[in-house]
């Protein structure tokens, strides 16, 4: 006998108000256990849903945009006799997500892009004289999410959905425009080499593997922080025996006001001072690189 079941956000970890990215079925759709439902975004990754059980969508609860939390209803399925519901899949058992799949960006592009009007380049702490345009641009959430994510402003991405709407291509065909466009400023008579082409199957068998969302991300991050900070490493001992004394002391008489504190205050008292003292420690190059 045919039941009625509501198919329900399963564990997601501490994440509330999840975004729905992606929904990949409709009433009346016929699903098979472990197929996938629809797609949740958090600010760390991507998530694809899938179906516990088999059988018919009757109603859809949930539509691209809607924000959801672990129990809320996405929709109800109309299952067939239990002898014939394939068994759940692993995160049934207690309701979490046993391994939930990290979404890779979009394939890298093949094909030319369109022509378009250059794009600027992109930059978290100012974009070197270019204003924003005053109107406000159209993008869902989660593609304000995703650009927040890459640095980029999305006011300056050129929309090409539908009515000017904000896609993820476009936010990221920004930037591999914004990484491809030679930039001045800070660095700018370094010439960093190319990456030379390798064939490494001449050492023997390969097998690619494509990054993941979160490792695409923020590769582009990484790699300008490592080309524009410097890095320093610097080793040193202290005796900090006093200091352990007085932490432990303060700890004691705090107690009731349940403070606790850590070593780390004091680390940071001590940096406080040593950037007063040394103060060009505690400064940027402007955007020409010729002022600190």
Known sequence: MAEIKQILVPDIGNYKDVSIIEVMVKAGDTVN???NLLTLETDKAAMEVPSPFAGVIK?????????????????????GDASEI???????????VAAPAILPLTPAIQAPAPATPATPPFDKGGLGGISAPANKAHASPAIRRFARELG???????????KGRVTKDDVQNF???????????????LQVLEMPVFDFAKFGAI???PLSRIKKIS????????????????FDEADISEMEAFRKQLNEEYAKQSIKITPLAFLLKAAV????????????????GENL
């Open 273 to 288: 001072a040593a950037l007063q003292k040394y103060p060009e420690f505690n400064a940027s190059l402007d955007a020409g």
């Open 175 to 189: 930037v591999k425009a914004a990484i491809a466009q030679p930039r001045g400023g800070i660095g700018g008579g």
């Open 219 to 234: 590769g582009a991050n990484l790699h300008r922080n490592w080309v524009t900070i410097p890095h320093v490493t610097q």
């Open 86 to 96: 394939p068994p759940s899949p692993p995160f049934a058992k207690g309701g979490a």
């Open 152 to 162: 980029v402003d999305v006011s300056l991405v050129k929309g090409s959905g539908e």
């Open 59 to 79: 109603e859809m609860k949930v539509k691209v945009g809607d924000k959801v939390s672990q129990g809320s209803v996405i929709l109800t399925l109309e299952c």
């Open 33 to 35: 256990a472990e197929d």
């Open 207 to 209: 097998e690619t593997k």
